[in-house]
């Protein structure tokens, strides 16, 4: 198992930085993987309080296997002792998975809570064009200034709430398997991850508040500490993950991680037999999409996404593989909860 050993989450917490990362015992020159814009919400700031660490400091652009590539050589070159992710989603995978290949401690400061990334061990980064999710490291340290994360993109809230709420279904596709197939389950993740859920689906009426986005990290970071003690995605990542990767793949412009689980989650939710329309309304109040439309794809995509999930983790039973999915069942589901037309 392994798990964060600090976590800071509050208004104006980036401060608390230094002593921060010496009560974890993290000393000499360190590398500051941050994004293009990102860079001046936070990377600069942390630049200049960890001025005693020499920190490097490396913009990346994408989640590629190349920038990953790029981050490392970097890192070695410099002769960071500890790497710091300091940006959203795709600069803390990169910085993720960089760390994890030089055997190097990482510190996630996400600047905006749009996925569970922030806290989890899984990073997904994109190989030849395909999105991959891999095994990395757990970051030993996390801080999340909300004063930060409040101030992103409305739509990256939103899709962190789709996020969180996904772990409905996914859970409940675990104990499907469990039940068919006789998969071995951690109840304790399983709880953890439906408990961090259920907070994010109360506090959708929240959004745009500080108190709402606190409780969206501290959601998010539950969700990847579930995964951690599960020792994988599993607790986090059901069908309506494997959908919204199946997404990615057919749509000619794919919407956002957690907006596209969300979406799944609806009509995953609807295909186990249980209350769909709470989630739906639930996004709906966070400002996420709901429909085909509001993600800005084709009903046809939508479809045939739920047909390609199949192929996308076969090995991951969830309740797509349970109903043997079939055009006519997915058309019907999708349209029974709206998302298409
Ligand atoms: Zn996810």
């Known amino acids: 198992m392994q798990l964060p050993r600090g976590v800071l989450v509050g208004e104006g917490v980036l401060e608390e930085l ?9 000393r000499g020159r360190c590398l500051l993987v941050t994004g293009k814009s990102t860079r001046k919400v936070a990377g600069e700031r942390v630049e200049e309080i960890l001025e005693e660490h020499s920190p490097e400091m490396l913009t990346v652009e994408s989640a590629t296997r190349e920038e990953v590539e790029r981050v490392v050589g970097e890192a070695r070159r410099s002769g960071a002792c500890f790497l710091l992710g300091v940006g959203g989603g795709k600069v803390i ?11 190097l401690e990482f510190i996630s400061i996400p600047t905006a809570a749009s996925h569970d990334g922030i806290a989890s061990s899984m990073a997904s980064v994109r ?11 757990a970051p030993l340290g996390i801080v999340a200034d909300t004063s930060i994360i409040a101030s992103a993109p409305r739509r990256l809230t939103a899709s962190g709430f789709g996020d969180a709420i996904a772990k409905l279904t ?6 499907l398997a469990h039940r068919v197939l006789g998969e071995e389950v951690s109840e304790y993740s399983i709880a953890l991850s439906r408990m961090s859920a259920r907070i994010a ?3 959708c009426g929240e959004a745009n508040t500080a108190a709402g986005v606190r409780r969206l990290v501290k959601a998010l970071i539950s969700c990847g500490v579930a995964m951690s003690i599960a020792g994988s995605s599993r607790p986090g990542s059901g069908a309506e993950h494997k959908f919204s990767h199946a997404l990615d793949m057919i749509a000619e412009k794919p919407a956002l991680h957690g907006e596209q689980v969300g979406v799944g989650s609806i009509i995953c939710m609807y295909l186990h037999g249980g209350e769909w329309w709470r989630i739906k309304s639930a996004l709906s109040r966070a400002g996420a999409p709901v429909c085909a439309e509001e993600l800005g794809v084709e009903s046809r995509e939508v479809v045939l996404a739920l047909l390609e999930a199949r192929r996308v983790k076969p090995e991951r039973y969830t309740i797509i593989e349970h109903v043997n999915l079939s055009r006519e069942v997915a058309e019907k589901a999708a349209r029974a909860t709206g998302v298409i037309e």
């Not at 995978?93 to 055997?103: F, I, Q, T, W």
């Not at 190989?127 to 490291?137: F, K, L």
């Not at 996914?170 to 104990?175: H, K, L, S």
């Open 93 to 103: 995978d990169v910085a993720k998975l960089s760390a994890s290949v030089l055997g």
């Open 127 to 137: 190989s030849n064009g395909v999105a991959v999710s891999e095994n990395a490291v």
């Open 170 to 175: 996914a859970t409940m596709d675990w104990e």
């Open 18 to 26: 230094p002593e921060f990362l010496s009560r974890l015992g993290l």
């Open 201 to 203: 689906l109360r506090s």
